[in-house]
């Protein structure tokens, strides 16, 4: 093969294994999801279950118009559910449930379901906790719905321990605002012996006016 192609053959490599996605809680139109493909932006998790117990129905809007704007291009479209843990709220399976059949009652289609672990009222009972988080686990796989947990090693820590891995099984998108789209300085914790997506900057003023959003990289 000559050096040239050998070149490109190289930087295609490279271009393609490094993909970048953003979550955000702003709208974002599907015109607004094709700007960010054309920015380099494959991927959107869009937020669905609330922290209050609601359902963010301007998330599952997000989540139909990035899948209206696949067609130009955009890779996978996820939801995440950031449970609610105040006296009034629905269980642990109940809060599964609220999420997956707005989604789908909305026609929303989505790829993974990801279980938000970070301090917010959790109790500080870890094992009260953990079964917390195996229950909306069991209740996503009851539900046919492929799960993820979205972490780190500070929250896992206070809220189940930082080597408990019950759900080690499944993969993990690793919070660690480093500013580097990498998963080099990941500490390995809960069972996890790397992550499968890694949130590296927290709200930052997007591209496209999107507004603000997180910023967000796969291998
Ligand atoms: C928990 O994770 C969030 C990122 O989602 C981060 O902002 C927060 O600082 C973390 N808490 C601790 C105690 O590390
Ligand atoms: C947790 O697990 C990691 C990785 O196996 C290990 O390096 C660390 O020492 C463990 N921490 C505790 C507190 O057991």
Redo the contacts with the bound molecule.
Sequence with gaps: MNPIALVFLALGVSLSSATLGIDTIAGISTSGFQCLKSNGYWFYIGRVGQSNGGIDNGGIQNIKNANAAVIAGLGAVDAYLFPCHSSGCASAKQQVINTVNALHNAGAKFGTLWLDVEIYNWGSNMATNQQFILDMVAQCKSMGVTVGIYTNNNNWSNIVG??WSGVSAYPLWWANYNGQANFNNFV??GGWGKPSIHQYQGDVKGACSVGNVDMNWYP
Aim: zero cysteines; a neutral charge.
């Design positions: 930082i080597n390995p914790f």
